[in-house]
């Protein structure tokens, strides 16, 4: 016959809203040992922090990560946009002959390229809290099971110096 051996991880019961659930894992082998499994709402870092909104849709902030997308796309639109301004003023500048048109195409294209500058250093502040939040915030919980690791260690020697990176999984 087939033995199967088991073991509760986690139980989870909400009587006023009247859900629950119970997490068990299973083994075919009784003489098996059971794997390492963790319930947390902590994610390994992963390279999902470096590319914005990723890390936080992975960890379950569909909002969030939605709204970091949008913000880093509407910079770099304004960088764009505000850019092409600043450049076509320039243009104007090398075209006309009239010392007060060159005077206005200057002063127009120095506010473009202000503008550019708000919006450049908005991008980099959106980029910034992106990675320090898919570092730091917290996810919905999930499961993780096994060893999954990642460990970062420096390394020096007199001619070099350096990390190793360890991924197990």
């Known amino acids: 016959g087939l033995t199967i051996a088991a073991q509760q ?21 009784p003489t098996a040992q059971y794997e390492k499994v963790e319930y947390s709402n902590h994610y ?15 960890k379950g902030s ?9 913000g880093e796309v509407l910079m770099i639109s ?17 075209s006309t002959h009239s010392a007060q048109a060159k005077k206005a195409y200057t002063n127009n294209a120095n506010v473009m390229q202000n503008v550019r500058n708000g919006f450049i250093a908005g991008a980099v502040a959106v980029y910034v809290w992106n990675v320090i939040d898919g570092v730091v ?17 420096p ?15």
């Open 44 to 58: 390994p870092f992963s390279a999902r922090t470096f590319v914005p909104g990723m890390a936080q849709i992975y």
């Open 137 to 153: 915030a917290k996810g919905k919980p999930h499961i993780l099971v096994g060893e999954n690791t990642l460990k970062i260690t």
């Open 9 to 29: 991880l986690l139980e989870y019961i909400d009587y006023e809203k009247e859900v629950g659930y119970f997490l068990f894992q299973t083994l075919k082998n």
């Open 155 to 169: 390394y020096f020697t007199p001619e070099v110096g350096g990390f190793y990176l360890s991924v197990n999984f």
């Open 78 to 94: 304004g960088i764009v946009a505000f850019e092409g301004m600043r450049s076509s003023y320039i243009s104007k500048i090398n």
């Open 62 to 70: 569909k909002t969030k990560g939605a709204l970091f997308i949008t």
